[in-house]
């Protein structure tokens, strides 16, 4: 599994890799590799204005459906068109190709109450 310094982690097994007042939000490997296969992303808040925790959308793998939730408030300003017809990439790639929704952000003191690299591994005893 890998956990890339550069980003941010929840509890609920979401990364967000911030630039500047926007950020890029996806699943993280591990969550990936728990659901098995992903088979469908459903992401219909685009132009939404989301509170943290929030869901944002679900994604689906062979066996079950999870919540997707919002790490940040933000407005989804974009979905990642390719995963309609890769939902693979997920778990090919979940922090790079892989990535969900793009946001720009609302209260950027909220990336305080993220998890780092060390600290989701801890959490997910990795």
């Known amino acids: 599994m890998t956990f ?3 980003i941010r982690y929840t509890k ?8 500047g007042q926007e950020a890029y939000v996806g ?12 088979v469908y992303v459903d ?7 989301l509170e943290k ?9 062979v066996k079950t459906v999870s919540d997707l939730f919002l790490p940040v408030a ?8 390719d995963l309609a017809e890769h939902p693979e990439w997920v778990n090919q790639d979940p922090y790079g190709r ?22 989701y591994r801890a959490l997910i005893g990795a």
């Not at 925790?53 to 793998?61: D, L, N, R, S």
């Not at 929704?101 to 600290?119: F, R, V, W, Y």
């Open 53 to 61: 925790e929030q869901v944002f959308g679900t994604v689906e793998a």
């Open 98 to 119: 892989g990535w969900m929704i793009k946001i720009k952000i609302l209260d950027p003191m909220q990336k305080d109450g993220l998890l780092s690299a060390a600290e």
């Open 74 to 81: 933000g407005t989804i300003v974009a979905v990642n068109p």
């Open 12 to 19: 609920d097994h979401e990364w967000i890799r911030f630039e």
């Open 27 to 38: 699943i993280t490997d591990f969550a990936q590799r728990e659901l098995g296969d992903i």
């Open 43 to 49: 992401i219909p808040t685009v132009g939404q204005t």
């Open 4 to 6: 890339p310094e550069d």
